[in-house]
């Protein structure tokens, strides 16, 4: 059973206490805990051979609405999530820095249904989730990359140019390798995997809210050239300005799924 699964049965076991207006914001618990998972394979930085470090203290950015119906469940809704991202990272061989924490804020630029996730990473030599910091380390701030990430290797642990355990992604800078993500809105998503499926169920790599985005609407295919396939989606996807079914990627490549664009982004390391 997959880690979103069982968070989502651990609240329908609450539902009818404490939890029951969280489920009337526009905002579901359930996208939030994809957003962070998706934060911490964003954010993965290789520490060593046998170490991939992620952030451990987020902030989950909430429209003025939403985050009134959310705040008075925050502290059960953050260990919940924290809870999540401790068992995801366990899953995907991920390693922490300090204790994870999950905070809501306020966002005024925000509307309802929307919200943004910022994290860093924050040194703690008290804490049984952490390797211990270097000498000298500072606290990092919000954003990428995390200032209080470990310093890169030498080169790619083994397993081939930039493989990794988890399979997060590539860090920028290590030669003979090529970094590859999408924007959506102003987010990055990392590519890597051989494929990374996109669509509206909480089961894809990268979701998208969007009600002409099918469950599994298309994947992208790291090969040698890049490709994207449709997936059966009920309304197809748009490459460069053609529907498609399968199309070649190239850097600064538009897809177009449902009413989202995603530009498709590569780069030698």
Known sequence: MGVLKRFEQRLEGLVNGTFAKVFKSEVQPVEIAGALQRECDNNATIWNRERTVVPNDFIVELSTGDYERLSP??????????????????????????????????????????????????????????????????????????????????????????????????????????????????????????TLVLGRSTEADVRIDDPGVSRRHCEIRTGTPPTIQDLGSTNGIVVDGQHTTRATLRDGSRIVVGSTTIIYRQAEG
């Open 73 to 194: 469940y925050s502290g059960q809704l953050g260990d919940e999530l924290a809870g999540l991202v401790r068992d995801y990272a366990k899953q995907q061989r991920y390693s922490f820095m300090g204790p994870i924490k999950v905070h809501l804020e306020k966002a005024d630029d925000l509307d309802t249904g929307l919200y943004r996730v910022r994290s860093r990473t924050l040194a703690s030599s008290t804490s049984q989730d952490a390797p211990q910091a270097p000498q000298g380390q500072q606290q990092g701030g919000y954003g990428y990359p995390p200032v209080a990430a470990p310093p890169m290797p030498s080169g790619p642990p083994p397993g081939g140019p930039g493989a990794r355990a988890g399979g997060g992604p590539v860090p920028p800078g290590v030669p003979g390798t090529t970094r590859r993500w999408i924007e959506i809105n102003g987010t990055r998503h990392q590519i890597s995997r051989p």
